[in-house]
């Protein structure tokens, strides 16, 4: 299948931009579109990692080559927590509370993908 090339050449592309942009440039001086695709580029990246940790589980424990649809859907939902923790840690907000939220927010996405995919 194709997407199974794909998603680890955009992950590596959105490392490799995200790299790029933290050696090059500073909070203060990126801009409100630098700040966009730094979480875009980091969303990519996590996406692609959590895929590839996922297709390397469910090869071990269910034996099963290639990922579902479906499956893609619960690494993009997972993807967003990172997002959301870094978010929180920006605004000083981070703590147990902080934490429990954005746990209770992902278990009740990958809980709608569950019913609704």
Not at 100 to 112: D, G, Q, R, T, V
Request: no cysteine; aromatic share 12%; proline share 3%.
């Amino acid at each position: 299948m194709k997407h199974n090339r794909v998603i680890p050449i955009i992950s590596i592309a959105g490392l490799a931009a995200l790299a790029v942009m933290l050696i090059i440039t500073s909070p203060t001086e990126i801009g409100p579109l630098g700040v966009l695709l730094f979480f875009t580029t980091l969303y990519v990246t996590t996406f692609g990692i959590i895929t590839l940790i996922m297709g390397a589980f469910y090869r071990l424990a269910f034996k099963k080559e290639a990922l579902r649809g479906k499956d893609y859907l619960y690494s993009a939902v997972m993807a967003f927590g990172p997002i959301m923790i870094l978010m929180a840690r920006s605004f000083g907000a981070i703590n147990l509370w902080t934490v429990s939220l954005i746990l209770i927010f992902l278990l009740l996405a990958e809980f709608l993908v569950y019913k609704r995919a």
